[in-house]
């Protein structure tokens, strides 16, 4: 049997380790989780923002972009529907931040393991003795 | 202290000066090979299989830029000046060059190539025969008069979307067009015990640097090979910043290097070898304006140039995507265009290399319209279903095209930055413009539908691909228009001999390494049986 000190230290060796937001602020990263999780369902749980912070904190990506995107998303909740229809001519501070918070998360997202797996249903990065190339027959 | 003088020296460790060091110590000479670089040893120093998310705090901290560890984050940066239509130039310092970080595609130039050279390929064809069978080759045997067989270990299959291309290009011979779809064909073992090196497991991350040592590098193969011999002395870390010559100028007599701590020595050689690379031996030979009464040194650069074109093929919806990993993004090739067929608008010919397939490191369609679970779905689809196009044209030689020196911009040894000169000429553009037709109509007669096309080439949307420059040195047989003759060695210097493919004097749509391994071959053996002569 466990007992209740046992407990708390599995669940904490089990659980996440926490990340600490490097570039952007607690309050500014818990945004953009929530902001990049409606543009790619899953991203939040791939942990994408952790690995965007990161490469921002070194000079991967502009930071300060991302704060003013994320001002204007605090100002006003505008629809996703709205931003995505203007993605290809954005005029507004938060139209421009919609294609750059896209572009990063679908890149972060297609490197983590979630992404591959669950998204792309990807089963490489293994030993093949051979490789079978496309086996199936088409039109 | 006076160093002791060496038969050969051979300045730069890459395919070019790593196989001129192996056969110059196999013919018994005293060579001593010069690197620049340092070193990277594969799977410490790089290492494609990591997961990005998982390194990437440790790469990040230790100054990288990108996710994946890649043998291309070596690359040298701020070392050129480009004038004109962007142009590009990669160079990787390390012990084997850019053999670390290369694809592998091997193909043999074939007789119409080698027409407008001053050798014939019958003269060329044993050393490509010698040269695949050490860096393990493998490929199907095509019958194409013009891409020659080599001795080919298995070939590997294609994917889907290739397999559908294939069809496409069938339809266009029937229409009369003179094309052949086929496998790529790499230095790649996929046979075990062919070559002693790892057999390929297919991880597809040939260009960021095999990591288990599977793809021929010049480091894995005859640099080793050269060591066992016992004559070879390494100096890496050792940039050549100076030939010496002979008091008379007459002759080659040594070399100035920089070491690591910044150093300055001198070694001594009875012949020099030149395999830096085709820009940077051009930079070298400029800087003290050597080996040049031609004034042809750094002129008759030419590389490859390109566009992307994507099709999509809905016929292989639904399909298993699970792994298409196989050897990096492009296993197969559009070739055979304009071997002789000769109605066209513009000068040359060009192949395509093609790929296809879901490639998470390096997703070949990162957007699609829209956000939510839509946007997923249709960039999975998108990339299953998708093949790649990448056109690999002749890049026209011309006036517009040249290597000198920055007259401003000098490195930290204080030698000046090599400039590049790229202007495009209207048969590039018309190149390209037959090229985006030819692979949209392939596409749709493969009852496919094009995703990606830039439509029309501009000057601006061409990308020279920097790492197949040639031709700053070229090789002939009047000492007025070429800077070496047919062994490779210098009109003016008669123990200078050049490794690279500076030498190349026409350059046909093929990539261009085995064909620089194959001459350096035959320049060593040349030079070697010079010195048993007593004739260097
Ligand atoms: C990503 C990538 C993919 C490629 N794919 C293919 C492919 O599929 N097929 C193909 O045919 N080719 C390919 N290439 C091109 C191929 O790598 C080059 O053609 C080949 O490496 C050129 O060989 P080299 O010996 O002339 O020069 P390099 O490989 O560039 O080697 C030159 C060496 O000389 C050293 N050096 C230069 N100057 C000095 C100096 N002054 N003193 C001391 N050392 C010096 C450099 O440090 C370097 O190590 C690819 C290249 C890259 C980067
Ligand atoms: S695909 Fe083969 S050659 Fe390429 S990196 Fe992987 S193991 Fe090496």
């Known amino acids: ?70 001002a ?67 039109g | 202290m006076a160093q002791a003088v ?84 990669g160079l990787l310092k390390a012990l084997g060059g850019r053999s670390l970080c290369w694809a592998g595609h091997t193909l043999r130039f074939g007789p119409g190539d080698f027409a407008q050279w001053p050798i014939r390929y019958e003269e060329v064809a044993p050393y490509y025969a010698r040269a695949e069978r050490l860096m393990g080759v493998s490929g199907f045997r095509d019958g194409l008069w013009n891409l020659p067989d080599g001795e080919f270990l298995p070939g590997v299959p294609l994917r889907c979307s290739e397999k559908m291309l294939g069809k496409g290009v069938a339809k266009l011979r029937g229409k009369h067009r003179e094309a052949a779809f086929v496998s790529i064909r790499k230095a790649i073992p996929t046979k075990s015990g062919a070559v002693p090196r790892a057999t390929c497991h297919f991880c597809g991350h040939c260009m960021a640097g095999c990591e288990v040592d599977s793809k021929y590098t010049s480091a894995n193969t005859p640099i080793p090979m050269a060591l066992r011999t016992g004559r070879l002395s390494l100096f890496l870390q050792s940039t050549v910043t100076r030939i010496v010559m002979t008091n008379d100028g007459h002759r080659v007599q040594g070399v100035e290097i920089v070491k690591a701590d910044g150093s300055r020595e001198e070694l001594r050689c009875r012949a020099l070898v030149l395999a830096c690379s085709t820009v940077e031996t051009a930079r070298l030979l400029l800087t003290q304006n050597l080996a040049n009464s031609s004034g042809q040194v750094g002129r008759n650069l030419t590389s490859h140039f390109g566009l992307t074109v994507i099709g999509l093929f809905p016929q292989v919806r639904g399909r298993d995507a699970s792994n298409d990993d196989g050897w990096d993004y492009y296993h197969s090739l559009l070739t055979g265009l304009y071997w002789k067929d000769k109605a066209k608008q513009f000068e040359g010919t060009y192949q395509v290399q093609c790929g296809a397939g879901v490639h998470p490191k390096k997703l070949a369609i990162k957007w699609a319209p829209g956000y939510g679970e839509s946007l997923k779905a249709q960039l999975k689809d998108w990339n299953t279903t998708h093949a790649g196009m990448n056109m690999q044209g002749m890049l026209l030689i011309s006036k517009n095209k040249y290597v000198d020196l920055d007259p401003v911009k000098r490195d930290a040894n204080g030698i000046p930055l090599p400039r590049i000169h790229l202007h495009y000429d209207d048969s590039d553009l018309a190149m390209a413009n037959d090229v985006i037709q030819t692979c949209e109509e392939t596409i ?13 080439a501009t000057r601006d949307n061409l990308v020279i691909d920097s790492n197949h420059w040639v031709g700053t040195a070229r090789m002939g047989t009047d000492r007025r228009t070429s800077v070496v003759d047919t062994e490779c060695r210098s009109h003016d210097i008669p123990n200078l001999f050049l490794g690279d493919a500076s030498v190349f004097p026409a350059y046909p749509e093929k990539n261009p390494t085995l064909t620089n391994i194959a001459l350096s071959w035959r320049m060593a053996e040349k030079l070697a049986a010079r010195a048993r002569r007593g004739d260097l």
């Open chain 2, 6 to 89: 060496l038969d050969v020296l051979v300045v730069g460790s890459g395919p070019g000066g790593g196989i001129a060091a192996y056969s110059l110590c196999q013919q018994g000479l005293q060579v001593g090979l010069i690197e620049a670089g340092k070193r990277l040893v594969p799977g410490r120093d790089y290492n494609g299989h990591g997961s990005p998310h998982k390194d990437w705090e440790k790469r990040l901290a230790a100054g990288f830029k990108t996710p994946v560890s890649k043998v291309t984050d070596y690359q040298e940066k701020d070392h050129f000046t480009g004038v004109g239509d962007n142009p590009r130039h």
């Open chain 1, 1 to 70: 049997m466990l007992d209740r000190r046992d407990f708390i230290a599995l669940s904490a060796l089990l659980a996440a380790p926490a990340y600490a937001a490097r570039a952007l602020t607690e309050a500014e990263f818990a945004a953009a989780e929530e902001f990049v999780e409606l543009i790619l369902p899953g991203a939040k749980a791939a942990r994408v923002m952790r690995y965007i912070d990161l490469g921002l904190a070194h000079g991967v990506g502009e930071t300060a972009a991302w704060q003013r995107g994320l």
């Open chain 1, 72 to 138: 204007a998303w605090a100002k006003q909740k505008v629809p996703m529907e709205q931003l995505a229809a203007k993605e290809l001519s954005p005029a507004t501070e938060l139209e421009r931040f919609f294609g750059l918070a896209k572009r990063a998360a679908i890149d972060a997202y297609a490197l983590s393991d979630e992404g591959q797996k669950e998204w792309l249903g990807y089963r490489g990065g293994v030993h093949l003795e051979s490789f079978p190339g496309c086996t199936e027959e088409h």
């Open chain 2, 444 to 456: 749709r007669l493969a009852g496919g539908t094009v995703h990606s096309s830039p439509g029309k």
